[in-house]
């Protein structure tokens, strides 16, 4: 996955005020949050800049659009940790239950995959994704804090399993017509942290 300057003004120091590239992402989210697509020319104009600057700054539209869908998951994700009780994989089951279940309640991004799901989904889920990275990079980190793992499994690939079983079940309508079932992801994921545990 390629480094933008919008990625590195996210993922680094705090940016300056009236950074461009933060400039791009902010107005990005408020359209996104309104339910308006997020068009990288009239993004461009309304910035004050060329395409050319903008697609510098931020990739592509699916990274910029990546960046906002994954700024808005990890501020849900985060929140919800920090409310919920418990240790362990008490904890984490608790934390996916209530975070899938907001996901797919989440009117902003049901109009985004309703426009066109195939290309939401190509944003959200798949391995080139801002979005699944970012969701496994978390994932992973949540499991080093909470969960002691027998020695022969590898955080990073047990994270991935676990995004993986939740994308299947969140996005099931997208993706095998089957009504979206949180629930059952959550009881997958539980299964699978008992047999892994220490």
Do not use: H
């Not at 919008?6 to 300056?16: C, F, N, V």
């Not at 539209?61 to 409310?83: C, D, F, H, K, P």
């Not at 991004?109 to 944003?123: G, S, T």
């Amino acid at each position: 996955m390629s480094t933008t300057p919008l990625t590195r003004a996210l993922r680094g120091p705090s940016p300056a005020p009236k950074s461009a590239p933060i400039d791009a992402f902010r107005m990005a989210k408020s359209w996104f949050l309104a339910g308006r697509r997020v068009d990288m020319q009239q993004l461009a104009a309304e910035l004050g800049v060329s395409r050319a600057t903008l697609y510098r700054w931020c990739g592509s539209r699916e990274q910029l659009l990546g960046e906002v869908i994954w700024s808005l998951n990890e501020r849900a994700l985060n929140e919800t940790r920090a409310r919920s009780r418990g240790t362990g994989r008490a904890l984490m089951t608790r934390v996916l239950e209530k975070s899938l279940a907001s996901i797919r309640s989440f009117e902003a991004l049901q109009k985004f995959v309703a426009e066109d799901a195939e290309y939401a989904l190509r944003i959200i889920t798949s391995k080139q994704s801002v979005v699944q990275a970012r969701l496994i990079e978390w994932t992973s980190d949540f499991l080093r804090a909470e969960i002691e793992l027998r020695d022969d499994i590898d955080v990073t690939d047990f994270a991935y399993v676990i995004v993986r079983v939740c994308e299947s079940f969140v996005w099931s309508d997208m993706i095998t017509g089957a009504p979206p079932a949180t629930d059952k992801a959550v009881k997958i994921v539980d299964l699978l942290i008992a047999a892994a545990e220490k």
